[in-house]
C-alpha cells in the first residue's frame, strides 16, 4: 500500500444573482414607537448571516447605530417579496434593497428633524450614535428617537422607507446564444493537497490555500465562517454525499446519514484563506458575497489534486473510494504525476 | 397500550410523565417535557443532534428508552446556562463563530460539556475525538473545536 501525495488548483469566476424574472427583492424599513427601526424582509437567513448584514446595512444607511435597528425576516406573511436565499443573490439583491429602503427612510427622517430644529434637511448630518444635528454645529442636535415622537404625535408622519431591487431581463441573443445572467461576479482559486491510498481508493484533505475575491467584506468575521465552513460542503460534494450514487437507478438512493456521508471532525484539514476586497460598483457598500463560491472550486481542485496523485482523472462526483480504485486497476496502478 | 409511570431528574427538577412502552428519551423530552433543545436530525444516532447527559455521560437520546432513565439525571442544554449568564462554552461558541444555523449546536455543546468536566483541559485531538459522533453541515468544524478549546483555556469573552 502507498500513499501518493497530488496537489491540485481551480479557479473560478462566480455570478452574483441571476437573471430569472429580474431578479426581484424588496425591503420595508420604518421607524418604531420607540425610536428604533425595523426592517421587514421575507429573505430567509439560513446561519449564513443575512440578519447580521442587513442590519449593517440598514443602519449605516440611516446613520444609526447598529443595536437600533432589528430585522424581521423569513415570514412571507409580513415581509415583502424575496425570491429567496440562494445564487448567492442575499448580501447583494436583498441588501441593495435594504439600503435603498433606509435611504428612503433617512430622508423622511431627516425631514422630520428640520421641521423640529428649524432648518432645511439639507443642512442636517447624522453621527451614527442615535442624533441628528446641524452641520458645524453639534449642540443644535435632536436624538432619533425624538424625531420619531415627533412624527407620530406632532407631524402625523410615517418614517419609513421601500426599497426594491430589480435588474431588466436579459434577453438571450438568438444568434450567439449570449446573454448576461448576472450583474456582478467574484472570484476565487483554491489549491488542495490531499493523500489518495492506491490499496483502498481514499482520499484524504491534507491542506488547501485559497484566496477569495467577494467584493466589500461587510462583515469579516462572518465572511470567514462563511468561506472556512462552505469549503468543507465542496470536500463533501467532492468527496462524499450523493442522494444518486448510481444516477440515474434511484434505489440505491441513501436513506440516512450512514448512507449519505459527509465529513467528520476527523477528516479536517488545515485551511489557509486570503480575503480580497474589491468593491462591486453595483453593491451595498461594494459588497458581492460569498455564499455558494465558498464551496465551487473545492471540487475541481480535489479532482485535480487526485489526478496529480495518481493519474486518474475522475469526472464524476462524488469521486468515492471505489471509483479511484477501479479507475487506478484500469490504467494498471498508481501514476503519480509531476509536482509543481 | 399502558403508560409507563416515569420519573427522573431533568436539569435539576424532579419530573414526572407518563409515557407509552417504546418511547424514546428525545421524544419524552421534546413532547412531553418541552424540552425543545435536544434536536431530531436522524432518529438513529447517525447525527448526534440529539446527544444530552445521562448522570454525567453522553448518550443519544433518540437511541435510549426513555423508561432506561428512571431515577437518573438529564442533563440537556436547555440547563446549560446561569440564570442569564451564558455558559462559558456557549459564550465560546458565540465568540469563535461556532454556529450557522444552529443544527447541531446543542448536541456539540453537550459532547463539549461531557468532555471538559472529565476532561478540563483536552488535547486538540480529544477535543475532536469528543465531537466525532456529530455532524455539522455548516461550519466545517474548526470554529466548533477552536471554541472548545477556548473554553477550556478560559479564553472567552465576558
Ligand atoms: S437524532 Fe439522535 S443521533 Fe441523530
Ligand atoms: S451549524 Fe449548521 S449543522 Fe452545525
Redesign the pocket.
Known sequence: MTRHRGRGIASINYPIGMNLGGDPSQALVHSNPSGKFTVALSSIDLGQGMKSVTRQICAETLGVPVEDVYVDTADSDTGPHCMGSFASRGTHRVGNAVMAAAREARGVMMEAAAEELEVNAADLETDGRGNIHVKGAPHRSISTKDVAIAAQFKQGKTISGRGIFLVPLSAVDPETGEMSPATCYAHACLVAEVDVDDETGEVAMVRMDSAYELGRALNPRLVEQQLVGGAWMGVSHALYETPEPYYPEPVHGPRD?VEYLMPGPGDICPHDIAVLERPAPDGPFGAKGPGEMCANPVLPAVANAIFNAVGVRIDDLPITPEKVLRAIKAQGGARPQARH | MSKIPLQFRHNGRDVAIFVDGGTNL?AALRELIGDMTP????????????SVLIDGELH????TLAETVAGRSIETLDGMKQGPNLHPLQRAFADNFAAQCGYCTPGMLMAAKALLDRNPSPSRDEVIEAISGNICRCTGYEPIINAILAAAGGRVSA
Open positions: 446519514f | 428525545l434536536k431530531f436530525g436522524c432518529g438513529q444516532g447517525g447525527c448526534g443532534t440529539c443519544l437520546s433518540c437511541l
